[in-house]
């Protein structure tokens, strides 16, 4: 006579291999799964997992049937010792854990304040200023204000000095300081693009006062003296005008007539400022500006 192992089992305990069928309430939702307590609380999760989707270390189980454990369900809890005959069905227990795993945000969030220093100069709010070097406040409006004519920063920036530019060698003085002014303000530009401090024009101050030296005037105490911008304005179209040329290095040029030149009614002519056309092949010839005079922009 063969007698099943399954007979053997201890009176009113059910046999470990056995499944149970239990009701899990996960927040609104009623689930329901089969319990296999030998393949433990791993085991158990593993099916809460696959019925809900949440992630097992996610996972807080508790019992809501009497006779089951006490409190959270430990991973190491052996649940082939719990006498389930003794249970009263359908055997309920409580899942907390969402489904949606966490993640972080699509777009990282990244502060002005942590950005490099050239990052930060793209995207800030004001573009960075000129310290004034004792009344240089000319030449720093002057600068801001050309700071946005893209022909001139274009072909500043493809500026390569005098020698790649038709310069000869052995170039006189003024030739010289024209280039050294013409790169300084490149340069003063890049610096300007690449923080959001304010600059100090040292070199484009020096370079001014070489190209012109009626800027390097001084007062009875040897303090600078105050400017005039158009002034400024002028002079530093006139030697963009020399010195930015190439193959399609320079993207304008400026012809001025004599401003002391006398009009039909004996009175002074406007100063005027040509725009070299490129596409047009011609200087177009615009009125901007107040007072009457012609300007290039």
């Known amino acids: 006579?063969?007698?099943?192992?399954?007979?053997?089992?201890?009176?009113?305990?059910?046999?470990?291999?056995?499944?149970?069928?239990?009701?899990?309430k996960w927040g609104k939702e009623t689930v329901e799964v089969n319990l296999?307590?030998?393949?433990?609380?791993?085991?158990?999760?593993?099916?809460?997992?696959?019925?809900?989707?949440?992630?097992?270390?996610?996972?807080?189980?508790?019992?809501?049937?009497?006779?089951?454990?006490?409190?959270?369900?430990?991973?190491?809890?052996?649940?082939?010792?719990?006498?389930?005959?003794?249970?009263?069905?359908?055997?309920?227990?409580?899942?907390m854990g969402s489904a949606a795993k966490l993640t972080?945000?699509?777009?990282?969030?990244?502060?002005?304040?942590?950005l490099p220093p050239e990052e930060a100069a793209k995207v800030a709010p004001e573009p960075s200023g000129l310290v004034n070097l004792g009344n240089t406040c000319y030449l720093?409006?002057?600068?801001?204000?050309?700071?946005?004519?893209d022909p001139l920063r274009k072909s500043l920036a493809s500026y390569a000095g005098p020698s790649s530019n038709g310069g000869a060698a052995g170039a006189g003085l003024a030739d010289q300081s024209n280039a050294v002014f013409v790169t300084t303000l490149r340069d003063l530009y890049r610096?300007?693009?690449?923080?959001?401090?304010?600059?100090?024009?040292?070199?484009?101050?020096?370079?001014?006062k070489m190209s012109f030296p009626e800027f390097a005037r001084t007062g009875p105490?040897?303090?600078?003296?105050?400017?005039?911008?158009?002034?400024?304005?002028?002079?530093?179209?006139?030697?963009?005008?020399?010195?930015?040329?190439?193959?399609?290095?320079?993207?304008?040029?400026?012809?001025?007539?004599?401003?002391?030149?006398?009009?039909?009614?004996?009175?002074?002519?406007?100063?005027r400022c040509r725009v070299w056309d490129e596409a047009g092949g011609d200087f177009d010839v615009r009125r901007d500006c107040c007072d009457g005079r012609w300007c290039c922009w």
């Open 1 to 24: 006579l063969r007698i099943s192992p399954s007979l053997c089992a201890p009176p009113n305990k059910l046999p470990p291999n056995m499944s149970h069928p239990i009701v899990v």
């Open 36 to 95: 296999v307590p030998s393949g433990g609380v791993k085991g158990l999760k593993a099916e809460l997992e696959e019925k809900t989707g949440a992630p097992q270390d996610r996972q807080k189980i508790m019992p809501k049937s009497k006779g089951l454990w006490k409190g959270l369900l430990k991973d190491d809890f052996e649940l082939t010792s719990i006498d389930y005959s003794k249970v009263k069905a359908p055997i309920q227990i409580l899942l």
């Open 104 to 114: 972080g945000p699509k777009v990282k969030t990244v502060f002005l304040e942590d």
């Open 140 to 149: 720093n409006s002057v600068v801001q204000c050309l700071r946005a004519a």
């Open 191 to 208: 610096s300007l693009d690449r923080t959001t401090e304010a600059v100090q024009p040292t070199q484009v101050v020096m370079s001014t």
């Open 221 to 271: 105490q040897g303090q600078p003296m105050q400017q005039d911008a158009e002034e400024f304005y002028s002079g530093l179209l006139n030697i963009a005008a020399q010195e930015l040329r190439g193959s399609g290095a320079i993207a304008f040029r400026i012809q001025r007539q004599d401003r002391g030149r006398q009009g039909i009614d004996g009175g002074q002519q406007p100063h």
